[in-house]
């Protein structure tokens, strides 16, 4: 009976091992997987977000030679949204309801950002499209997403430089579509004791 009790308990142990193992490979997947997802979304439009010039995802390619406005092509209406945490005490909007666009036409468009407080402000901004299936060809040439913003007592214009891949008109899953919306939404950030920029906990 002993001898059972032994084998049982050493059977227990080892289920025991393989759990704390299996959750602490979770907890590390689940930190490293942040970064990973957001290069992924960049690299592929994945989730709703834009791709990263140049090139719709081929970095062989000089941006320039997507740069060709389709002009046979209908115009496109990107239209603008933006949002700021409970935390943030920024007011954050795009300074153009909207703009029309040829795919593979360049366009320039603006956000105001003001900070409402008496201190400097970090702020850090995710960014999506809808319809989240025009993400690949929503290419981004500059922007100020998923980088530190410091923002001073005031006022701050912040450009987003991009265009509409023209392989757009191309595919048969974007049939139909005419007006895309591209939204930005700030966070709060600060670095810990580890010099490493997180996000501030949304207010509960």
């Known amino acids: 009976m002993a001898h059972i009790n032994a084998m049982h308990a050493a059977k227990n142990q080892t289920a025991l091992y393989y759990s704390l193992s299996g959750i602490i490979a979770t907890v590390a997947l689940s930190y490293g997987s942040v970064p990973m997802y957001k290069m992924v979304c960049q690299q592929t439009g994945w989730g709703g977000q834009p791709v990263k010039a140049p090139s719709h995802g081929n970095t062989d390619l000089d941006p320039a030679e997507r740069l060709i406005p389709v002009e046979n092509a209908s115009r496109l209406r990107i239209t603008f949204g933006g949002s700021t945490s409970d935390v943030l005490p920024w007011k954050f909007t795009p300074q153009q309801r909207e703009v029309r666009v040829l795919p ?72 139909g579509i005419e007006t895309i919306m591209l939204n930005y939404t700030f966070f709060k950030a600060k670095y810990d004791d580890n010099g490493k920029l997180t996000a501030v906990p949304l207010a509960s």
């Open 104 to 175: 593979g036409e360049s366009a320039l468009a603006f956000y105001k950002a003001k900070n409402k407080s008496d201190a400097d402000i970090i702020g850090v901004a995710t960014y999506s499209v809808t319809p989240a299936q025009v993400a690949p060809y929503f290419s981004k040439i500059q922007c100020f997403c998923f980088e530190e913003q410091r923002l001073n007592a005031g006022e701050e214009d912040m450009p987003v430089f991009f265009y509409i891949d023209p392989e757009f008109i191309n595919d048969p899953n974007m049939k």
